[in-house]
């Protein structure tokens, strides 16, 4: 006897597709949007942001895009491979989505890569590992947030030219995301006269840094290219150590998120990191976007409700061009690859790979009405994923690992 | 020189992190043949009631709050052992699955009322400032984990080995059936020792606070060190988790200094050769 809310509106989709040709008819047929998040474990605050931040999108349109209702079906990760790769089938089996947005994490990305291209089911993807849209490109990916690196490269230039920094430590975690990301800032440093004089990769999970902090050698400064909490335990640990008057933190786009900063101290004033995002920006639509995310949760997007909210205003530009026919999966696909729209985080569009080209934001941590925030200090436009490399030359390089590119100025 | 004396220090520091972790955890497992796999939950448990605490409440000193975190938590063991576990009572299996449960439940729970960031826990102000020893820098809150260590070594010590309560609690740990017959109160002593084995660990939990933070997945960070210093000192001997988990401490800071490569493993393989040569860990003894 008991019919759920889904089998209903099975049966009129059905119905719709029945009554298929006739325009009208197909209006009334939702979208059908599914967001892979974390909502349990480790990930979740970032994967939780995410949700808050695209269904704020959603409600402030009505939840509608193109005239067509958007249905959003939220599924929890739990930050693990194995189960993004359940849920997205469930996602695409079950619930029918016409598109995919998420995941968090590039290990989650990794794990559906293959059945995202065997379903070929359009995704927006948040992960950032690198060579999803460089040496393996999926067809039916974009990302409009960035590569693990794409930060990284203008802040190498940013240490060495600006900033002035001759030597420099890179640390991060011992995963994909942490060596991409250190591998493209060590490149770019040391093309522009600096040098890495110390390469340290700590396990995800190590519990405490103090045999990391007691290893740094003497140099300028030390790049930070951790993720989630832990690029916040490792600064305070290096404080602790009362490292910071002699070796200068500054940080990758996960390192002083945000989210983050919300519960530090005067210990983060005056650190400079890389993002493509800053709750900052003083954009159009940031500004209404911040300060709306603030009064509804009581604190700052960040790089994960950023993410969302990004990919929601590619949707809805690429909805926009095909008339809301999302149902034509080529032609959303080339759509969405050929959008060109104002975001919160500026302007951004793609390349032939489906990944952002964008701004990306040199910030500072200041105090501003009680709260620190990242203020931007320099804007470098139109960022694209190979920076200012030849695309042909940098994908006969291998990808951004441990040991490429070498580090040559290892100090012993 | 200086690589030496820093990395024993760090290993020190950790090792005394390790034994505020794992005693509570050696202390239950010993008396109640339970893997009891919430006590990372709890640790993590105690470590955000201690954050929420020295924030509602400005001018909570860390030990206030580690002492009130460690009654709230036992409180919190000795109704889960009381009302839940106790239903499982002869059932082994069933009971350590059952932790699990509750450590996800917890480990959950805390996401849904503390959210998913990670909090600090401020270090007392007197200790906040790193110390010169023979010329190097180190903090002095870590100095302070591993005298608060050797405290609570030297407590449980006296307690168990110097007390009638303790002799109760090695009866059972040794015979349990004959302890029983010879009328000690076998039942109360397995929630006594639950409620002592949780606190140490809610306390420990706002104890590491100022080196950890409470965040999600402290829990899951925290477990298998515990187990890994059980397994090598000797389930429920005292002594065994304190000289397990400066062995720990110093295998992991040295292994990580000398071969970062195998930051991954270095945990695991003196537990390897631990498990073949002495099944029974360094101070165990062999359950009757």
């Known amino acids: ?412 | 020189m200086q690589f030496w004396v820093a990395q024993t220090l760090n290993s020190l520091a950790f090792g005394g992190l390790l034994f505020l972790l794992s005693s509570g955890f050696s202390l239950i497992f010993g008396l109640m043949r339970l893997a009891n796999l919430t006590h990372g939950a709890l640790f993590m448990l105690g470590a955000y009631i201690g954050a929420y605490l020295m924030r509602a409440f400005p001018g909570t000193s860390l030990w206030m709050a580690a002492l009130a975190s460690g009654i709230a938590v036992a409180v919190f063991g000795g109704l889960l052992e009381r009302f839940v576990l106790r239903r499982l009572a002869g059932n082994a299996l069933g009971q350590v699955l059952l932790t699990l449960g509750i450590a996800f439940i917890i480990s959950d729970g805390c996401l849904l009322v503390f959210g998913g960031d990670p909090i600090p826990l401020s270090t007392p102000h007197w200790l906040a400032r790193p110390v010169f020893l023979w010329g190097f820098i180190f903090p002095a809150y870590r100095l302070a984990v591993v005298v608060l260590a050797v405290f609570a070594a030297l407590g449980l010590h006296i307690l168990l080995d110097r007390t009638r309560l303790g002799a109760m609690i090695r009866a059972g740990v040794d015979d349990m059936a004959m302890a029983r017959a010879v009328g000690i109160p076998v039942s109360a002593i397995f929630t006594l020792v639950f409620c002592l084995g949780s606190a140490i660990a809610g306390a420990g939990g706002v104890l590491a606070g100022p080196i950890l933070s409470a965040y999600p997945g402290l829990d899951g960070d925290m477990l298998p060190l515990a187990l890994i210093v059980v397994i090598l000192g000797g389930v429920g001997s005292i002594t065994g988790a304190f000289v397990g988990s400066f062995i720990i401490g110093a295998i992991y800071t040295f292994g990580i200094a000398l071969l970062p490569d195998l930051a991954y493993v270095i945990l695991f393989l003196p537990m390897i050769l631990v498990i073949a040569i002495r099944p029974n860990g360094l101070f165990g003894r062999m359950a009757v």
């Not at chain 1, 480790?42 to 402030?60: I, N, Q, V, Y």
């Not at chain 1, 189960?83 to 998420?102: I, S």
Request: charged share 25%; glycine share 8%.
């Open chain 1, 1 to 412: 006897m008991k019919m759920s809310r889904r089998t209903m509106l099975h049966g009129t989709a059905g119905l719709a597709t029945a009554a298929a040709l006739s325009a009208p008819a197909r209006a009334a047929e939702p979208i059908r949007l599914g967001l892979l998040t974390v909502k349990t474990g480790p990930l979740a605050s970032g994967g939780l942001d995410m949700e808050r931040a695209l269904t704020m999108f959603l409600k402030e349109r009505d939840n509608t895009l193109s005239g067509r209702k958007v249905e959003l079906i939220v599924a929890d990760t739990a930050g693990a491979p194995a189960t993004a790769r359940t849920k997205t089938q469930e996602l695409v089996e079950k619930n029918d989505v016409h598109c995919l947005m998420g995941p968090l994490a590039a290990f989650e990305a990794l794990a559906i890569d293959d059945y995202i291209r065997e379903k070929k089911i359009p995704v927006l993807g948040v992960a950032a590992a690198e060579d999803v849209t460089q040496r393996k490109p999926n067809p039916w990916l974009v990302r409009g947030t960035s590569s693990s690196a794409q930060c990284a490269h203008p802040m190498g230039e940013y240490c060495a030219k600006e900033l002035k920094y001759k030597t420099m430590i890179t640390i991060g975690d011992d995963i994909a995301y942490g060596h991409e990301m250190t591998a493209g800032f060590q490149r770019v440093f040391e093309e522009n006269g600096g040098k890495i004089v110390q390469k340290l990769f700590a396990p995800l999970t190590a519990p405490d840094y103090g045999t990391y902090i007691s290893q740094l050698k003497e140099a300028d400064a030390i790049f930070i290219g951790f993720a989630g909490s832990n690029g916040f335990r490792f600064l305070r640990q290096f404080n602790e150590y009362g490292l910071q008057a002699k070796l200068i933190p500054v940080g990758g786009m996960t390192a002083l998120d945000e989210a983050v900063l919300r519960n530090m101290g005067d210990e983060a004033l005056g650190i400079v990191t890389t993002c493509w995002y800053s709750a900052e920006l003083d954009n159009p639509a940031n500004q209404k976007f911040a300060p709306a995310f603030r009064a509804e949760n009581k604190y700052d997007p960040g790089f994960y409700a950023a993410a969302t909210y990004v990919e929601g205003a590619v949707l809805e530009a690429a909805l926009k061009s095909i008339d809301g026919k999302i149902e034509d999966k080529p032609a959303f696909m080339a759509a969405l690859r050929a959008t060109k729209t104002d975001t919160v985080r500026g302007p951004v569009r793609f390349d032939e790979f489906g990944n952002v080209i964008g701004n990306v934001y040199i910030r500072k941590v200041t105090r501003k009405e009680g709260r620190l925030v990242n203020s931007v200090i320099k804007t470098y436009p139109d960022v694209s994923q190979f920076w200012t490399y030849d695309q042909k030359a940098f994908l006969a390089n291998p990808v951004y690992s441990r040991d490429w590119p070498p580090a040559k100025n290892l100090s012993n």
